[in-house]
């Protein structure tokens, strides 16, 4: 089955000031990477994915990566504030069905 | 808002205590999903429902037992819980797109459940 890893598990940064995390997936079947941010209190809530067709995406201040030969994809926030600080989820698809796998988190701090 | 409803927000019960969680989204979606939240395992898959019928239980114990009675609500019963069943109980639901689709999952606030 699917395996998700995620790093780092936490990160602070300088308002103003780039974030990336990184996820690395073992499935090469895999075709769909959702990022999910996690505020305090709230459950996830999906800002951006990506499907293997395309190698980057962008949202306004959020894009995604994905590398198929690596097998790793990357969530890439510029200009941060401090309302981007919150826990961020990358997943994937499981072998079969609708299930997804998600990686261990990344707590972001964006420190004013 | 995201569409998908938990209710309680907050739950304390004892180990001898039958309780339930229910989740209702009103997004018409066709799938929905029951997952737990803690500190040693972020997000755990434990049911998945699709169409009504249970496509995945993943090795989630017998105290736990889920009840979806439609494609909107979905209820997760709990009896004879243990200390470390303690966390943020978290719903969900998506729309089916048959094998080749993977949809947005959209996610309630939690239940957060603790056992005494």
């Known amino acids: 089955g699917e395996n998700v890893e995620q790093h780092p598990s936490t990160l602070s940064v300088q308002e103003g000031d780039s974030a990336v995390i990184k996820c690395t997936y073992s499935?090469?079947?895999?075709?769909?990477f959702p990022w999910y941010k996690q505020e305090l209190g709230k459950g996830p809530q999906l800002i951006i994915d990506?499907?293997?067709?395309?190698g980057e995406k962008k949202d306004q201040r959020i894009a995604v990566t994905l590398n198929k030969t690596a097998k790793h994809f990357s969530l890439h926030i510029t200009e941060t504030q401090p309302e981007d600080s919150a826990v961020y989820f990358c997943?994937?698809?499981?072998?079969?069905?609708?299930?997804?796998?998600f990686g261990a988190g990344t707590i972001l701090r964006v420190k004013s | 808002e995201t569409g998908v409803t938990q209710t309680p927000r907050h739950l304390v019960m004892g180990m001898t205590n039958k309780k339930s969680l229910k989740c209702e989204q009103h997004?018409?979606?066709?799938?929905m999903y029951w997952y737990k939240q803690s500190a040693k395992k972020p997000l755990e898959l434990m049911f998945v429902?699709?169409?009504?019928?249970?496509?995945e239980n993943n090795s989630v114990p017998s105290r736990f037992s889920p009840e979806c009675p439609n494609s909107s609500h979905l209820f997760l019963h709990l009896h004879t819980l243990q200390p470390e069943d303690s966390a943020l109980y978290l719903c969900?639901?998506?729309?089916?797109?048959?094998?080749?689709?993977?949809?947005?999952?959209?996610f309630g606030p939690g239940t957060r459940l603790t056992v005494l």
């Open positions: 969900a639901s998506s729309s089916l797109l048959g094998s080749a689709g993977y949809n947005e999952q959209f």
């Open positions: 499935d090469s079947a895999s075709n769909y």
């Open positions: 990506i499907r293997s067709n395309v």
């Open positions: 997943a994937a698809p499981q072998e079969y069905g609708n299930k997804l796998v």
């Open positions: 997004l018409g979606h066709n799938a």
């Open positions: 429902y699709n169409f009504k019928e249970q496509t």
